[in-house]
């Protein structure tokens, strides 16, 4: 099977075709000079053998500049991409020049000689084809990445919205909130402290579930924080019957992860399960080498299914792909389901990664 | 008067408590369960109440399962913080509801309702 960047693209398949007969042209001539236009064997014998020998070449060249776009993708990357490019092209284009003209030297294809001046045309010419074919297809390279780009972010934040009626719909609004006026309304009367403490963790719940709807990504830092507060709500009202245990380390915390993630995922992890003091609900929080964070609960299935959707699980999955970062996984057996976040590289290093949606698709929420 | 209190929160549990017993010190809570298997379980194996305050989001699921479980001889109040839309869509006789937190006027009111006819099969 043909590896995906093995293969030309149209562009590149269209100006072999085209390019290739002016070529051949000058490649005879440099070989024959003016026979080229008395003896008709050059046409009929040196024409179409090179064309045989450029379409190899041809195939070389494509398969190492489009293995070095498969390795180097990203837009970013344009300048080590060219950088390589060339790095690996020339030597390959003067060997390809230097192998025809040997080629038929040693041949003595229709009586030919090797002799310098040759050479350098033949250098001359190749060089003049790699740079307007290798500069085509790059700039057409980089624009289809450009493209591909402002799409995935208008689809990200298309998500966003989404998850934004999501959360707004699971949070913001019903079960939750109306659940935690109770505890509060049984803790006024029990534990006046505690019931202080429940208020304010739940004020920070509700700062950052209103706030993060806004934001595509967050740092760990942040959402662990978050879910701490969000927990010690879980906690007051399900009692032993639901542990978290956290393990992140600390060089993790200023990495990124699509907001909102671990709490749907502890939100799901209470929904799905039966929990009891005997046996409690243990939610693992832990991050891995190669960037990851995983989220384990153990499985103890409802007596009655809770009604749920996939949803938010697969929003999450959709964002990941958006984000070209591989390793979103979930894993269930009989007794764990297991979440793997892949953790991304915080390029800026400051909030402003996490980015705010533009005005426009705030205004299709509120509208 | 005997009741059986169906709700996964301690700390409800604790208000619930309290709060009936203010109503009328003389009841008894004959149990509290938290889950549709234990209540199954003991309405199974015990003498049923007088009366059932019934959470709907129980820890292992929605507590209309009890009723494909077991035949229920005791009127049952539902007690809820959100959904009564659920109460109402869920085919039963009897179709009450205590929206919590709970208004102590309006337990009393159930409690009221429900000991007197206790009483008078009693004596």
């Known amino acids: 099977?043909?590896?995906?960047?093995?293969?030309?693209?149209?562009?590149?398949?269209?100006?072999?075709?085209?390019?290739?007969?002016?070529?051949?042209?000058?490649?005879?001539?440099?070989?024959?000079?003016?026979?080229?236009?008395?003896?008709?064997?050059?046409?009929?014998?040196?024409?179409?053998?090179?064309?045989?020998?450029?379409?190899?070449?041809?195939?070389?060249?494509?398969?190492?500049?489009?293995?070095?776009?498969?390795?180097?993708?990203?837009?970013?990357?344009?300048?080590?991409?060219?950088?390589?490019?060339?790095?690996?092209?020339?030597?390959?284009?003067?060997?390809?020049?230097?192998?025809?003209?040997?080629?038929?030297?040693?041949?003595?294809?229709?009586?030919?000689?090797?002799?310098?001046?040759?050479?350098?045309?033949?250098?001359?010419?190749?060089?003049?084809?790699?740079?307007?074919?290798?500069?085509?297809?790059?700039?057409?390279?980089?624009?289809?990445?450009?493209?591909?780009?402002?799409?995935?972010?208008?689809?990200?934040q298309e998500l966003s919205v989404f998850q934004e009626f999501d959360a707004l719909k699971s949070q913001v609004n019903p079960h939750f909130l109306f659940n935690c006026f109770n505890t509060l309304s049984s803790l006024i009367s029990e534990d006046k402290e505690k019931a202080e403490h429940f208020l304010n963790e739940l004020s920070k719940v509700y700062r950052y579930l209103l706030r993060n709807n806004q934001n595509e990504l967050s740092t760990v830092q942040d959402e662990i924080k978050f879910i701490e507060s969000y927990f010690r709500l879980l906690q007051t009202r399900h009692g032993e019957a639901v542990q978290l245990n956290?393990?992140?380390?600390?060089?993790?915390?200023?990495?990124?992860?699509?907001?909102?993630?671990?709490?749907?995922?502890?939100?799901n992890a209470v929904k799905h399960n039966a929990l009891s003091k005997n046996k409690p609900l243990v939610i693992d929080i832990f991050t891995t080498a190669g960037n990851r964070l995983v989220v384990n609960n153990n499985l103890q299935r409802r007596t009655v299914k809770a009604q749920g959707?996939?949803?938010?699980?697969?929003?999450?999955?959709?964002?990941?792909?958006?984000?070209?970062?591989?390793?979103?996984?979930?894993?269930?057996?009989?007794?764990?389901?297991?979440?793997?976040?892949?953790?991304?590289?915080?390029?800026?290093?400051?909030?402003?990664?996490?980015?705010?949606?533009?005005?426009?698709?705030?205004?299709?929420?509120?509208? | 008067m005997r009741i059986l209190i169906v709700e996964d929160e301690e700390l409800a549990v604790k208000k619930l408590t309290r709060m009936l017993l203010s109503i009328d010190p003389g009841l008894e809570i004959a149990a509290v369960t938290d889950s549709i298997v234990s209540t199954t379980g003991w309405l199974k194996n015990n003498e049923h109440p007088d009366l059932i305050l019934m959470d709907i989001e129980l820890s292992d699921g929605q507590s209309f399962e009890i009723f494909r479980r077991v035949?229920?001889?005791?009127?049952?109040?539902?007690?809820?913080?959100?959904?009564?839309?659920?109460?109402?869509?869920?085919?039963?006789?009897e179709k009450e509801y205590l929206l919590k937190p709970i208004q102590k006027d309006e337990l009393a009111f159930f409690l009221k309702k429900y000991s007197s006819s206790t009483q008078v099969s009693d004596t």
């Open chain 1, 1 to 156: 099977m043909m590896k995906e960047w093995s293969k030309p693209t149209r562009l590149q398949i269209y100006s072999f075709v085209y390019a290739m007969p002016v070529v051949a042209f000058l490649a005879n001539y440099i070989l024959y000079d003016e026979r080229i236009f008395r003896d008709i064997n050059v046409w009929l014998i040196s024409y179409p053998l090179i064309i045989i020998l450029c379409l190899g070449f041809w195939r070389v060249h494509l398969i190492i500049g489009n293995w070095i776009k498969y390795r180097y993708p990203k837009l970013e990357q344009t300048r080590i991409r060219i950088l390589i490019c060339s790095l690996c092209i020339i030597p390959v284009m003067s060997a390809s020049v230097l192998l025809i003209n040997y080629f038929y030297d040693f041949l003595h294809i229709l009586g030919y000689e090797l002799n310098q001046t040759d050479l350098k045309q033949g250098l001359f010419v190749g060089f003049s084809i790699i740079l307007v074919f290798e500069t085509l297809y790059e700039a057409d390279y980089a624009l289809g990445k450009y493209k591909e780009t402002v799409e995935d972010k208008r689809v990200m």
């Open chain 1, 309 to 367: 959707n996939k949803i938010g699980l697969e929003n999450i999955k959709a964002k990941y792909e958006l984000l070209h970062q591989d390793g979103f996984h979930v894993i269930e057996d009989e007794k764990n389901f297991t979440v793997v976040l892949p953790l991304i590289w915080n390029s800026n290093n400051e909030t402003s990664a996490s980015r705010t949606l533009n005005a426009g698709t705030k205004n299709k929420l509120t509208s």
């Open chain 1, 246 to 267: 956290m393990e992140i380390d600390k060089m993790y915390t200023p990495y990124l992860l699509p907001s909102l993630t671990l709490q749907l995922l502890v939100e």
């Open chain 2, 71 to 93: 035949e229920i001889k005791c009127p049952v109040v539902f007690t809820t913080s959100y959904d009564e839309t659920a109460v109402k869509s869920f085919n039963l006789g």
